[in-house]
């Protein structure tokens, strides 16, 4: 089956600054990657996804880069602010619903 | 507004009980699913269902059950509950169609349902 490893498991950044998590994947028949955030004691909510036919995505102050090749996607936050700690997965499938998710990156925003 | 709810939110329970978890969705959604979290493992799927006749295991669906019992409704039952069953329960659905505004295939999450067994 898919395995998904997230890098880093914390991560602690100066508001304003930018905040990157990185996952890899096994099994390159995946062809879905998206990313969910959990705000403290808050269900998972989808923030972004992207498919394998395209390289990189942008909604605002978040993107998603994907290197199919080396089977790995990023999470890109700008500009960070306050209501962005929280706890993010990646997530990875093929096709588009039996999702494999990383362990989780917590991410803090210090004020 | 549509919704994902999960009844009970917390349980505790002790060890050989039988227990159920139920969830219920008013999304209009075909596809639900039953994710485990549990801290520095992330969310790993015990069953998923594509509709009622159509019942499939996950990742870590041993010691589980689950029944679909109409298109909103998905319970998930421990037969014999035993301590590393204790972690945070979620339901999920989904939408296999496109939709406007929406991202293809998005997983809609309940609130969770957080289990102890003692």
């Known amino acids: 089956g898919e395995n998904v490893e997230q890098h880093p498991s914390t991560l602690s950044v100066q508001e304003g600054d930018s905040a990157v998590i990185k996952c890899t994947y096994s099994?390159?028949?995946?062809?879905?990657f998206p990313w969910y955030k959990q705000e403290l004691g808050k269900r998972p909510q989808l923030i972004i996804d992207i498919r394998s036919n395209v390289g990189e995505k942008k909604d605002q102050r978040i993107a998603v880069t994907l290197n199919k090749t080396a089977k790995h996607f990023s999470l890109h936050i700008t500009e960070t602010q306050p209501e962005d700690s929280a706890v993010y997965f990646c997530?990875?499938?093929?096709?588009?619903?039996?999702?494999?998710f990383g362990a989780g990156t917590t991410v803090t925003v210090r004020a | 507004d549509a919704d994902v709810t999960q009844t009970p939110r917390n349980r505790i329970t002790k060890t050989g009980k039988r227990i159920m978890l139920e969830c219920s969705q008013t999304?209009?959604?075909?596809?639900m699913y039953w994710y485990r979290q549990d801290p520095g493992l992330g969310l790993r799927l015990i069953y998923y269902?594509?509709?009622?006749?159509?019942?499939n295991k996950g990742e870590i669906s041993d010691g589980y059950s689950v029944s679909r019992q109409a298109q909103a409704k998905f319970s998930l039952s421990l037969e014999s509950a035993i301590p590393n069953q204790t972690a945070l329960y979620f339901c999920a659905t989904s939408d296999p169609g496109p939709r406007q505004g929406a991202s293809y295939n998005e997983q809609f999450f309940g609130p969770g349902t957080r289990l102890t067994v003692l």
């Open positions: 269902s594509f509709d009622v006749k159509d019942i």
């Open positions: 999304k209009g959604h075909d596809r």
């Open positions: 099994d390159s028949a995946s062809n879905y």
């Open positions: 997530a990875a499938s093929q096709g588009d619903y039996k999702l494999s």
